[in-house]
């Protein structure tokens, strides 16, 4: 592996604040609801848990490379960026401004899902952002998911990045619906073991979600790359339609076919036809991209 | 919850012309920090909330601390702590101050 090159900014280690900061235009954005509105959740207080002023999601409108575009950036660090009513009523309300000002729109996800806390308010807001985001890809909006944070983006928080016209992803970026400790959990230690890193990223990690289509552009850990792969992901068509779907649920019974009894993320690489699966975790981007780009499953306008 | 409020003099006037600044999050041993503007310019009203009870005596001693050393007047704090050390709070309320100075 190449060290990075001293000009690198990592993604994963900003903050929510720090990483809209690089990656719109400076100082073009303008938070709605910020911190000093106290739009905080109502429900932490009954549990003895402190709460934060901005719900841990940060909304607001910007440019990116002088296009306008509304922003929402989830503070993984807030109990693990989890989704509670107000922090999803901030995010379902981007969207919904969205649609009527046909603004594309950028997420930067950073999330376990759900807050167990207010679990009920948190799977509604789910919904409503799900439905939001819908919405507004038929008016022609573009959602773009930006993949790379330290809580990475699981449960409910995945269902909403599947729904994007879009997703970036670096090597630090985990995205799967059952986030590690949860498997274990219900299944077993013998079934997954997640304190094992490097299972966790061969199973949920931006590579291997790149590999089989789960993501459309694979970017270092760096904050100008994000910049640039946001910019390139708003440029991919949003298209949500019959034809889209079909053709998404086909490439989905296609891979169940193809690697659904595979037990490891290195199994299913090697199904793909690369030629040396184990020693995929350890390439740079330009050797993984390289590989990639003429072995991975190209994903349809949806995932 | 406990809620403690100190109203503190701080005898410099904070500097720049930010109206609200934020620093930090809510995480284990960390905290956030708001500071807006409104207080008498010799004064500085700090409200926390914090989970962890009984720690009255050294968040005393270390906001009078911070108002004594750092130009603080005028500013209205909001602290939201997740169990921060007490060096982590001094650093972060300091940060905060040269936050507000910092031109937008």
Known sequence: MTSPSP?????YEESARGRLAHLL???SFTEFLGPERREFSPHLGLFNLPHQ???GIIVGTGRLDGRPVLAAAQEGRFMGGAIGEVHGAKLTGLLRAARQLKRDVVILFDTGGVRLQEANAGELAISEIIRATLEARAEGVRVVGLLGGRAGCYGGGSLIAGCCSALVISEQG???VSGPEVIETNKGVEEF?????ALVWRTMGGKHRYLIGGADLFVDDDVAAF??????ALERPSALDQAVLAAEQARLERRLARFGDAADGAEVWARLGVAHPAGVPDLDTGAFLTIATSKREGADAAR | MENLRYELSSTRPAGGTRAVGLVGVVASGNLEVLLERGAAPDRC???IATPAHGFAALWQAVTADFAARMAAGGLRITVNDGGARPDTVALRLAQGVRLMEKPE
């Open chain 1, 25 to 27: 235009d400076l100082g």
């Open chain 2, 45 to 47: 009203v700090i409200d």
């Open chain 1, 7 to 11: 000009t690198r900014h990592s993604w």
């Open chain 1, 227 to 232: 910049r640039a792969g946001a910019l390139a």
């Open chain 1, 174 to 176: 985990r995205l799967s």
């Open chain 1, 53 to 55: 002023l901005d719900d």
């Open chain 1, 193 to 197: 073991d997640s304190r094992d890193r």
